[in-house]
């Protein structure tokens, strides 16, 4: 079976840098043929929102609240996937998600138990 694991969320105070990781258990992504990974967020009340994505030729794309602030990066192989979140402000807290495209994932809502991240001020 597969399942999506996000890491690395944790407490920090405003202007702080955290890093994310998302892998899979079971099986790796790149067995799994992936070819794109986004992250998105949810804080409490609001709707999931897309945050940034990474396609496998290192295409990448970022909302506009962390343009400059976040970077998606990858694994040689893309079998884990990061999100490095530096400066990071109140409006940050949320719970961050992975979610793959492509290969075994297409057609597929999948999504991870996600890593609560919260930015003290």
């Known amino acids: 079976q597969v399942q999506l694991v996000e890491s690395g969320g944790g407490l920090v105070q405003e202007g702080g840098s955290l890093r994310l990781s998302c892998a899979t258990s079971g099986r790796t992504l790149s067995s799994l043929g992936i070819t794109a990974m986004a992250w998105y967020r949810q804080a409490p009340g609001r709707q999931r929102e897309f945050v940034a994505s990474l396609v496998i030729n290192g295409i990448t794309n970022y909302a506009d609240s962390v343009k400059g602030r976040f970077t998606v990066s990858k694994d040689k192989v893309m079998n884990t996937v990061y999100l490095q979140m530096n400066s990071l402000k109140a409006e940050d807290t949320a719970v961050y998600f992975c979610?793959?495209?492509?290969?075994?994932?297409?057609?597929?809502?999948?999504w991870g138990q996600g890593t609560q991240v919260t930015v003290s001020s």
């Open positions: 979610k793959p495209g492509g290969g075994w994932f297409s057609g597929r809502d999948y």
